[in-house]
Nanobody, 123 residues
Framework: QVQLVESGGGLVQAGGSLRLSCAAS????????MGWFRQAPGKEREFVGV????????QYADSVKGRFTIARDNAKNTVYLQSNSLKPEDTAVYYC????????????????WGQGTQVTVSS
């Protein structure tokens, strides 16, 4: 079992920066690929990016590629999602999730989920 808790969301202006954290407990996070997803009102949950177990590989959705960066610190059992160029269309609840699969991009592939953290980007 893995418990995930996101933090770091808030209100920022367009072009601003935000760093989300996902803290894992229950067992080492190095056993899992870790994904980030987001969901805006009236929309389906959307893949944002994923990082491999060791942090050696990442994959991003086209909508955030070049603007978002995922990193992980397995010694701290923590995964991060960083952006320095947020847009209003990035407004959503952001979730981290853990999977035993490799570089999965669909929500159904992830077994463990955090509670989500709200990100609001003003124009």
């Amino acid at each position: 079992q893995v418990q995930l808790v996101e933090s770091g969301g808030g209100l920022v202006q367009a072009g601003g920066s935000l760093r989300l954290s996902c803290a894992a407990s229950g067992r080492t996070s190095s056993s899992y690929d870790m994904g980030w997803f987001r969901q805006a009102p009236g929309k389906e949950r959307e893949f944002v990016g994923v990082i491999s177990r060791t942090g050696g590989g990442t994959q991003y959705a086209d909508s955030v590629k070049g603007r978002f960066t995922i990193a992980r610190d397995n010694a701290k059992n923590t995964v991060y999602l960083q952006s320095n160029s947020l847009k209003p269309e990035d407004t959503a609840v952001y979730y981290c999730a853990a999977t035993v699969l490799s570089m999965a991009t669909k929500p159904a592939s992830y077994r463990y989920w955090g509670q989500g953290t709200q990100v609001t980007v003003s124009s």
